[in-house]
């Protein structure tokens, strides 16, 4: 029988599914460039191209600091992380297809934890 769902419940819910997922993220192989900050000083162009900079260990920072409201927040940070990835990286290039890999193994396991 399902429980009546609180805000509270769907919220821990939610916030449980973003701790798997992130531990996911950040075990996957092809994780290797997202899981700090783009080094900006090092990384000539990006800080003018990219005006949103997000990696991994940001997102562990967030979720730690409980500034997730909800699942739909978690997936916004995470999906800034590929798409500042494909604007600023070649498909065909290492760094371009780490982010397409990791999308695609992201798509598929959120929609996978949903009730
Ligand atoms: C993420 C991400 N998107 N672009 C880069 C990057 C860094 N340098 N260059 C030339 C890029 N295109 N990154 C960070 C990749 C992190 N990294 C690079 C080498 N070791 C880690």
Known sequence: ??????????NTH???KCRVLLAE????PDAWPFLTPVNQKAVP????????P????TIREK????QYLNLETFIADVN?????????NEDDSEIG????????????????LLD
Do not use: P
């Open 97 to 112: 297809r780490g982010g397409h890999s990791m999308r695609r193994f992201f798509d598929k396991r959120w929609t996978e």
């Open 25 to 28: 993220l950040e075990a996957h």
């Open 54 to 57: 997000m990696d991994l260990s």
């Open 45 to 52: 162009g990006y800080r003018k191209v990219i005006k949103k």
């Open 14 to 16: 939610g916030l449980t």
């Open 63 to 66: 979720l730690t600091n409980n």
């Open 1 to 10: 029988v399902k429980k009546a769902k609180t805000a509270k419940d769907s």
């Open 80 to 88: 800034l992380i590929f798409d500042n990835c494909e604007k600023f």
